[in-house]
């Protein structure tokens, strides 16, 4: 029996998916990803998720925003060209924004900037924000504190973080998107854990595709490509690790999802 399952974070206008992005999105509605939102990290990357997710209306949905790793490139068009692109009605969130101290693209306080701006353009929209952070917790919450009861519905998306990270962002009454990265058998152990202690209300699952293969697929793709169609194995991880059934799971998640992102299920295609 195939999962229902909503796909949070899929960068499905990366370049590795030109060639064969129809394809993708079939082989991950066989899988049972009903729908996918389309990560937006850039301007240009924002359009072209949102002239995608009219191409597939009802199932591909896109999020307008400015990776932290683009920060730099935030100049005085940049709101207001995420503002204009954002009503587009396939566009769900704002983001992805944050701070990544990690890779350190674009300088401190770039990002924060970038940061505070696209919060502000989320409270103005009262839009979701889909949100990033790596290596940044205490600058991020700090931030988030400033702006978060003026804010809607929030995500820190692909959380690898600690207990006190999770406590915290749960404080805060944010969801928490887990992708493949619980599959790492070691980068990912303590998060096997750590899944158990969210609320079921507050969890959902995203591949971050192509990025963040499950390392334990097997067989493994030649590529190395992540791709929708494998968040059926990260669900089923993820409720191994929870102890709880893979379809109740996933209809829990994706309701989550869909609550979040305020979506109707999609169609059915039979
Ligand atoms: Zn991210």
């Known amino acids: 029996m195939t999962l229902d399952l909503v796909?949070?974070?899929?960068?499905?206008?990366?370049?590795?998916?030109?060639?064969?992005?129809?394809?993708?999105?079939?082989?991950?509605?066989?899988?049972?990803v009903r729908q996918m939102i389309v990560t937006g990290s850039t301007v240009d990357e924002s359009r072209a998720a949102v002239e995608l997710a009219v191409q597939y209306?009802?199932?591909?949905?896109?999020?307008?925003?400015?990776?932290?790793?683009?920060?730099?490139?935030?100049n005085s068009q940049t709101i207001p060209a995420l503002r204009q692109i954002a009503r587009d009605p396939v566009v769900v969130a704002v983001g992805e924004c944050g701070l990544d101290y990690f890779r350190n693209f674009?300088?401190?306080?770039?990002?924060?900037?970038?940061?505070?701006?696209?919060?502000?353009?989320?409270?103005?929209?009262?839009?979701?924000?889909?949100?990033?952070?790596?290596?940044?917790?205490?600058?991020?919450?700090?931030?988030?504190?400033?702006h978060r009861s003026r804010l809607a519905c929030v995500v820190a998306h692909c959380f690898t973080g600690t207990a006190e990270?999770?406590?915290?962002?749960?404080a805060l009454d944010l969801?928490?998107?887990?992708?493949?990265?619980?599959?790492?058998?070691?980068?990912?152990?303590?998060?096997?854990?750590?899944?158990?202690?969210?609320?079921?209300?507050?969890?959902?699952?995203?591949t971050d595709s192509p990025y963040l293969l499950p390392r334990d697929l097997d067989p493994k793709p030649k590529t190395r490509r992540n791709?929708?169609?494998?968040?059926?194995?990260?669900?089923?991880?993820?409720?191994?690790?929870?102890?709880?059934?893979?379809?109740?799971?996933?209809?829990?998640?994706?309701?989550?999802?869909?609550?979040?992102f305020r979506i109707e299920p999609a169609q059915s295609r039979a």
């Not at 796909?7 to 049972?32: K, Q, Y």
């Not at 505070?116 to 990033?132: N, T």
């Not at 952070?133 to 700090?142: I, N």
């Open 106 to 146: 674009s300088p401190h306080e770039d990002q924060e900037r970038a940061f505070h701006a696209q919060l502000d353009l989320a409270r103005e929209l009262q839009a979701p924000a889909f949100l990033h952070q790596r290596d940044a917790h205490s600058r991020f919450v700090a931030i988030l504190r400033e």
């Open 227 to 260: 791709e929708p169609m494998y968040l059926a194995h990260v669900l089923r991880v993820v409720a191994a690790c929870r102890g709880e059934d893979p379809q109740s799971l996933a209809a829990a998640t994706s309701a989550t999802a869909r609550r979040f």
């Open 57 to 74: 209306r009802g199932e591909l949905y896109a999020t307008a925003g400015v990776h932290p790793h683009r920060a730099r490139e935030l």
């Open 165 to 170: 990270e999770l406590d915290d962002y749960l």
């Open 175 to 206: 969801h928490i998107g887990i992708t493949g990265w619980i599959c790492d058998e070691r980068r990912g152990a303590h998060l096997r854990e750590l899944v158990r202690r969210i609320p079921l209300e507050r969890l959902m699952v995203e």
């Open 7 to 32: 796909d949070i974070g899929a960068n499905l206008t990366h370049e590795s998916f030109r060639d064969d992005r129809a394809a993708v999105i079939e082989r991950a509605r066989a899988a049972g």
